[in-house]
């Protein structure tokens, strides 16, 4: 229910920043008609002054008879077309336009008036104006071509377009940016939920074991033989418990930048070795082959002991409990000028593309039906093997495809 509340919201919010944009462009083309508009009417203006001074001009006068009234259209056509390229002419344009802060280049054409045309008509193509009282046959007009009208009328919106501009991306990124944390809050939300009702159960299973493996010590009737594997899996039980609990808590200090490195000094290769050993009851439990290949005899590293082990015991955790067949597990540890890299190759089923691009992210567990067994754990192991390989300033590299195994390297820089 929550999840379909939060998925209409950002629906709704969306249609609403979709209609906003559209009113939006539509406003602008509204401003850039009235722009239009207004510049048409400004040129008009100033062509109609440009006439009116020009008519009472000596060299207009001298070129027609009875103040300029043309005895034919054709001359007359010529004849305004000759006046109108006059330097006087040009001049008096460029004033009157400037008078209207019109500063374009611009080329003027004489032109018939059409035959239905009327003084009251407003057929006339834009920038146009009669020459009438220069030709009182009415039967020419003159017009403006701008060639770069367009773009100046855009740069007289420019600081509007802009601010709108600007203002509607600020308010889309915030859209986009507040939509993500909501959506990001929902999944963690259903994650945290599904972290903790995983966790009761995880938890749940070993102690359950724990407390039957008591209750059998507690017989008097239990055999040597037997205590002891009553004992092993009380250690084993509680080994697992002790894990998931530092895991929890490691995360929860690493993610909130709780936790400081502790880098000393170690010998890397006898700490694999030890990890190793350490995780032979799950190794036999999964009847796995495990190798450890290392470059050097000895390979020096100064970084954290605790957490690099830790990490290695996840990778080699997931390697054992994805295995479809037996688990074989390879682990090859290769020291460079630079940096050290260690690398755990297993013959799991593999990953996608989409599987490597969220692995490494807090609570993300692959499906059950992906691992031949049953896999246990929150999903927090390989986040916490990237954090620390993070703190460490190192690298991990993913190469796996489906049903060819998973290789991870951890390449770690030397100080």
Not at 3 to 19: K, P
Not at 224 to 238: D, F, K, P, V
Request: net charge neutral; glycine share 4%; proline share 3%.
């Amino acid at each position: 229910m929550q999840r379909s509340t939060t998925t209409y919201l950002v629906v709704l919010a969306a249609v609403a920043m979709a209609a906003l944009i559209a009113f939006q462009a539509k406003w602008l083309r509204h401003s850039q008609s009235l722009m239009e508009k207004q510049f048409e009417a400004q040129v008009s203006e100033a062509l109609t002054l440009t006439v009116d001074q020009f008519a009472t001009t000596s060299q207009c006068q001298k070129s027609f008879s009875n103040q300029c009234v043309a005895v034919t259209a054709t001359n007359c056509g010529k004849i305004l077309d000759t006046l109108i390229k006059t330097e006087l002419f040009a001049s008096t344009l460029s004033k009157c336009l400037s008078d209207q802060d019109i500063d374009l280049p611009y080329v003027a054409k004489v032109q018939a008036v059409p035959a239905r045309y009327n003084s009251e008509d407003t057929g006339l193509p834009p920038y146009s104006c009669s020459l009438d009282p220069m030709s009182k046959t009415g039967s020419h007009f003159v017009n403006l071509e701008f060639a770069g009208a367009r773009k100046h009328i855009l740069q007289q919106m420019g600081t509007m377009t802009g601010a709108s501009l600007g203002i509607l991306t600020f308010i889309c990124l915030l859209f986009f940016y507040a939509s993500y944390l909501l959506l990001r809050q929902q999944r963690m939300s259903e994650l945290n939920r599904e972290f903790f009702n995983h966790m009761a159960h995880e938890f749940r299973t070993p102690l359950t074991n724990i407390k039957l493996a008591s209750r059998l010590l507690e017989r008097k009737a239990v055999t040597a033989g037997n205590s002891q594997r009553h004992l092993q899996i009380i250690q084993y039980e509680a080994g697992q418990l002790t894990q998931h609990v530092e895991q929890v808590l490691y995360l929860a200090r690493l993610e909130k930048n709780d936790y400081l490195l502790r880098k000393e000094s170690f010998e890397l290769t006898q700490t694999i070795r030890e990890v190793i050993a350490s995780m032979q009851l799950q190794v036999a439990q999964h009847a796995a082959q495990i190798s450890f290949t290392p470059s050097h005899v000895s390979t020096q590293f100064d970084g954290d002991e605790l957490h690099l082990s830790n990490a290695l015991r996840n990778l080699i955790d997931n390697a054992l409990k994805y295995a479809c067949d037996t688990p074989v597990v390879a682990i090859t540890l290769r020291e460079l000028p630079q940096q050290i890299e260690l690398t755990v190759s297993d013959n799991g089923p593999g990953l996608t593309d989409a599987q490597k691009r969220g692995m490494f992210e807090p609570f993300r567990r692959f499906n059950q039906e992906q691992a031949c067994a049953s896999s246990k754990g929150f999903g927090l192991g390989l986040a916490y093997v990237k954090r620390i390989v993070d703190l460490h300033e190192g690298q991990i590299h993913v190469h796996s495809q489906p049903g060819q195994g998973t290789r991870i390297e951890l390449i770690l820089p030397k100080p």
